[in-house]
């Protein structure tokens, strides 16, 4: 894809007596799998134009939790071979990204009651992905991971918290490759990984919090290249060959 796709929201509630949800979401290629027999399977996504979130909530006087994201990717692939039958032979996942991927997220909140200081208050999450790659089942797994980044990839966020029963948690992350397999039940795995990037991604966060009855969790996180493998003991074989730049 040439297109660079945008996504922008903004937002202002008060009042609300129940869960606040808002999500700006800009993405380039994305895919979804879901097989429950053999399969070969092969993708290929390529986005060129980059990808730009933004999102603004103001809210007050509320009575539930508030969830609030903008995130902006450029390439996303997600498969699921739910049963022991659905074996894969071949997988090949192939992902270029180029341009900006930016995400940037707001928030000014004032007065939120979940209910209970233990349960979550506020959840918000500005991210900003240039390739990922998410893979699950339960049968014996054989393929190949390719990624490339060459562009910016960046994610900001500004919070603005007063006066809040319950959890707060904040997340920023710019990531460039993503990728991940979780098999626990499968008889072998066997996965050749090959992830690059040509770019610093950038997360950024600045926050005020005041007058929290609970956690609160912040987190800023800047990631090149990102593998996680799952497996169990009892699987006979694993072979992961992996290349990250």
């Known amino acids: 894809s040439y297109t660079k796709p945008s996504a922008s929201l903004d937002a202002v509630v008060a009042g609300v007596d129940g869960t606040v949800e808002m999500t700006s979401a800009a993405i380039g290629n994305s895919l979804s799998v879901d097989v429950t027999g053999s399969a070969n399977v092969a993708n290929r996504q390529i986005q060129r134009g980059g990808a730009l979130a933004n999102a603004y909530l103001s809210a007050s006087d509320t009575v539930g ?23 894969i032979s071949d997988m090949n996942n192939y992902q270029r990204a180029w341009g900006k991927h ?12 979940s209910g ?9 999450t500005s991210a900003a992905i240039a390739n990922s790659l998410s893979v699950s089942g339960t049968g014996s797994f054989s393929g190949r991971n390719d990624q490339l980044f060459n562009g910016d990839v960046r994610a900001t966020q500004t919070v603005d918290i007063a006066n809040v029963t319950g959890d707060v948690d904040i997340t920023t992350a710019a990531i460039a490759n993503s990728a991940s397999f979780d098999f626990t039940e499968a008889e072998s795995f066997n996965l050749n990984n090959t992830q690059r990037a040509g770019f610093d991604p950038t997360a950024s966060s600045s926050v005020n ?10 987190t800023s996180a800047g990631i090149s290249n990102s593998l996680s493998v799952t497996t169990l003991p009892e699987t006979a074989s694993v072979t992961v060959n992996s290349v990250q730049q």
């Open 65 to 87: 939790g508030i969830n609030a994201t903008a995130a902006a990717i450029g390439n996303s692939a997600s498969m699921e071979f739910a049963t022991p039958a659905a074996s």
């Open 102 to 113: 930016n995400s940037n997220l707001t928030l000014d909140v004032r007065n939120v009651d």
């Open 116 to 124: 209970d200081a233990t349960e979550q208050a506020i959840e918000s």
């Open 209 to 218: 919090i005041e007058g929290v009855l609970g956690d609160v969790n912040i």
